[in-house]
């Protein structure tokens, strides 16, 4: 039963890891369209986003163990994305209409700032050391 639950994820994967992608070449898309003829733009636009698939795919199958190189991402952009990019939506939002008693909001993101770049620096320190580690 384990096998076959096995195989079935595997094909759920194979069956949408198209569609799960279709965003990320959404959103590059028109930076390339631009410079594309009208009536090649549909062909080439698919042909696009078969050729982001398989390259991220052909990476997939070049480096077998991805787990220190997840965690290189995420210690980079989740650590900037739940704590710097708040803090700064934060500070832009409350710097026209005040920053609070004693300046509190300013302390508080100051504060939330210096924590991201502990974790950013951290994060980054140990993905490294494990990238290297395994790969050496």
């Not at 997840?70 to 832009?92: E, F, H, K, N, R």
């Not at 993101?109 to 320190?125: E, H, P, R, V």
Request: glycine content about 6%; hydrophobic content about 55%.
């Amino acid at each position: 039963m384990a096998q076959v639950v096995k195989i079935l994820i595997a094909v759920a994967i194979l069956f949408t890891y198209g569609l799960q992608f279709f965003i990320a070449t959404d959103i590059t898309w028109p930076m390339l369209g631009k410079h594309v003829d009208k009536r090649w733009s549909s062909t080439l636009q698919n042909l696009y986003r078969i050729l982001t698939v398989a390259i991220t795919v052909c990476v997939a199958i070049a480096v077998p163990n991805l787990g220190p190189i997840i965690s290189l991402v995420g210690a980079v952009c989740y650590s900037t994305l739940g704590l710097l990019c708040p803090v700064m939506i934060d500070l832009v939002t409350n710097w026209e209409g005040g920053l609070g008693t004693w300046y509190w909001v300013l302390w508080k993101d100051s504060f939330i700032i210096l924590f991201w770049l502990a974790a950013l620096l951290t994060g980054t320190y140990t993905s490294v050391l494990d990238i290297i580690t395994m790969y050496s």
